[in-house]
Antibody, heavy 117, light 110 residues
């Protein structure tokens, strides 16, 4: 079964850091670009970041550029999202998703990040 | 990077057809045939139903169809069923390896 499982969500204070992980299984992880997408409570989906299949390049939404870093370890079938200088407005469920022809065809169940003092 | 524009809500009776619009610009929707649509039930992860503007995902009913004209993409659901009640999001590739989602549309089946 093709599957993505996120972890690492937590409650942190503004200015803090968190590292999210997403493990893929049931497919050749190293063949696919991967994305992170977030959804604030009661709000819509927002694209956050994408990384090439070999990790050689990444892109970010303006709202997280310079604060978040996406990376991957293909030997462990894992993509990461390092989140620094967290703000209250970063509070959301964070999903990782697989890219297939510029659509997101497999999604994880999400991990919750709460930024609050 | 402004979100694509979708109606906040649409509704229809069982058996009817509805269409959800998704309006962008000539930098995203209008410039690429890379619009996808996602269905999200409460408390669940999104599920892709349409990619590449018109391509239905495996296992998705042929009651779902996608189209595009200029800067506006559309999702049509025919023969509405109770299980279609969900939130629907469009997404477009926006160039420079960035993507934009719409704000989402809540579909109510009356």
């Amino acid at each position: 079964e093709v599957q993505l499982v996120e972890s690492g969500g937590d409650s942190v204070q503004p200015g803090g850091s968190l590292r999210l992980s997403c493990v893929g299984s049931g497919f050749t992880f190293s063949n696919y670009w991967m994305h992170w997408v977030r959804q604030a409570p009661g709000r819509g989906l927002v694209w956050v970041s994408r990384i090439y299949s070999d990790g050689s390049g990444a892109s970010y939404a303006d709202s997280v550029k310079g604060r978040f870093t996406i990376s991957r370890d293909n030997a462990k079938n894992t993509v990461f999202l390092q989140m620094n200088s967290l703000r209250v407005e970063d509070t959301a469920v964070y999903y990782c998703a697989r890219d297939f022809s510029h659509a997101l065809d497999v999604w994880g169940q999400g991990t919750t990040v709460i930024v609050s003092s | 990077q402004s979100a694509l524009t979708q109606p906040a809500s649409v509704s229809g009776s069982p058996g009817q057809s509805i269409t959800i619009s998704c309006t962008g610009t000539n930098s995203d929707v209008g410039n690429y045939n890379l619009v996808s649509w996602y269905q999200q039930h409460p408390g669940k992860a999104p599920k892709v139903i349409i990619s590449g503007v018109t391509r239905r995902s495996s296992g998705v009913s042929n009651r779902f169809s996608g189209s595009k004209s200029g800067n506006t993409a559309s999702l049509t659901i025919s023969g509405l069923q109770a299980e279609d009640e969900a939130d629907y999001f469009c997404c477009s590739y926006a160039g420079s390896y960035t993507w934009l989602f719409g704000g989402g549309t809540k579909l109510t089946v009356l």
